[in-house]
């Protein structure tokens, strides 16, 4: 009981020290916080400042502290602009997903871009994987027939070859004109991880040449069609593009959407961004059948394997003749093809976001495609004016064409970090054609032609 009481006591004696401390404290300081009367500071640094034992060691110590404190702050302020931009990137990113697909009605898009956004390559999530692997080569096939076919050809590979990280391999379907041009300039450039393979167009002839044709292009406007027949059987898969194409990102993007296909799906389109298919453009104005707006084909992605299953050959023929009958020729050359057929059979379409292309012909909507430059994959120029088209940012669209027009393709020779490098099977053999390279200089300037492609 004795030792209870005294652990009680001393409890009891802590406990009044503790009290009895801060009110003794308290009263001490409010003691001194008067002298004469006045009230005094008890501010540390101004009793310090006011103080005679206050030293400039100490006026310099405050002043550190001071630009220490608001070297603190401005970093913070920065942290959270960092944060609130970043905060703000992601919502807009998804946003700016949909923003750039539209809907069907718009012809810049389906539904399902409208869910999953442009390609999953070009996605910034965390963990996303590559859908196009690092030295996956990358099919691309031209047809390119004459001078002026070349000239624009290059200047489209140039732009290709400025931005993409994949080997390439360009099918060409050209005339011997276009052959010996091209092949002596790819052997000058000597492009590492580039390889060239040319179909003679004249071959070809015979496959299309029964069907009557007003487009400018002429009959080279519609060997597109037999690229199934004309391209190897091993290959699977081509980006197909016009000669009058300006890329402003890389091929693979393009590639990647391959891996969105489904189905049946064997073709990529944009869809077409005038009103040429609605049949309104002038009176008594009857175009071939189209599925609504009618799709764009200056930039297909082909299915190849899956389209010679379903016999492609066959599926056209009998669609160009049952149409010649009533229309008795195309105005937009293949175009016309491609879309009556897939009137009939609107499954075989993967609808691609209409900046894959960009088309600035007379009366489109290719504005409502972009919204900033980085929007911007694809600009084709499918206006009989070319360069002189109109449109608000022709000026900006003139001066990236003139840019790779004047590039100087040597430039373009980089080895493609950890990637094997192929040699030009055509190197060795290309033809002499340097009495040609004057020809693909100056930007081509055609005569008043319809408006289509």
Avoid at 123 to 131: K, L, R, T, Y
Avoid at 279 to 297: E, I, Q, V
Wanted: proline fraction near 4%.
């Amino acid at each position: 009981m004795l030792g209870i009481c005294r652990g009680r006591r001393k409890f009891l004696a802590a406990s009044l020290s503790l009290l009895c401390i801060p009110a003794i404290t308290w009263i001490y300081l409010f003691a001194g916080s008067f002298e004469d009367g006045k009230p005094v500071s008890l501010s540390p640094l101004e009793s310090q400042a006011h103080s005679p034992r206050y030293t400039a060691s100490s006026q310099r110590e405050r002043e550190s502290l001071e630009v220490r404190v608001r070297e603190v702050e401005e970093e913070n302020r920065a942290l959270r602009r960092q944060l609130s931009l970043a905060q703000g990137r992601a919502p807009a990113h998804r946003r700016g997903n949909h923003s750039k697909t539209y809907s069907m009605e718009e012809g810049t898009g389906d539904s399902e871009n409208l869910r999953a956004g442009i390609v999953a390559g070009n996605s910034s999530e965390c963990g996303q994987q590559p859908v196009v692997e690092k030295c996956e080569t990358i099919h691309v096939a031209i047809v390119c027939a004459g001078y002026n076919a070349s000239r624009d050809v290059v200047t489209l590979v140039k732009s290709v070859l400025f931005h993409r990280r994949n080997p390439l391999h360009f099918h060409l379907i050209a005339d011997s004109i276009a052959e010996q041009i091209l092949a002596t300039l790819f052997q000058t450039w000597m492009v590492p991880a580039v390889r060239v393979d040319f179909y003679n167009a004249d071959e070809l002839k015979s496959e299309v040449s029964w069907i009557p044709n007003k487009h400018y292009s002429g009959i080279y406007g519609l060997m597109k069609l037999v690229l199934t027949k004309t391209l190897p059987a091993n290959l699977e898969r081509v980006i197909v593009l016009d000669t009058d194409i300006t890329f402003a990102t890389d091929i693979a993007e393009l590639w990647a959407v391959f891996h969105k296909f489904k189905g049946q799906q064997v073709l990529g389109l944009v869809e077409n961004q005038s009103d040429w298919y609605l049949g309104n453009l002038w009176k008594n104005h009857r175009p071939w059948p189209a599925l609504g707006r009618g799709y764009n084909t200056g930039v297909i992605l082909l299915l190849l394997d899956k389209l010679r299953k379903m016999k492609w050959e066959q599926m056209w023929r009998l669609t160009a003749e049952r149409e010649l009958m009533g229309m008795l020729s195309t105005s937009l050359a293949d175009q016309d093809i491609f879309n009556a057929v897939i009137k009939q059979n609107p499954f075989l379409v993967y609808q691609l976001p209409c900046f894959w292309n960009v088309q600035l012909s007379d009366h489109t909507r290719s504005e409502q495609c972009y919204r900033d430059v980085s929007d911007l994959k694809v600009i084709h120029w499918n206006s009989p004016k070319k360069l002189r088209v109109k449109n608000k940012h022709v000026e900006f669209f003139r001066n990236l064409y003139l840019t790779f027009l004047e590039y100087d393709g040597n430039l373009l020779r980089r080895e493609l970090f950890g990637c094997p490098s192929e040699a030009d099977v055509n190197s060795e053999n290309a033809p002499d054609a340097g009495s040609h390279l004057q020809a693909l200089g100056g930007a081509h300037q055609p005569g008043p032609l319809p408006v289509g492609r």
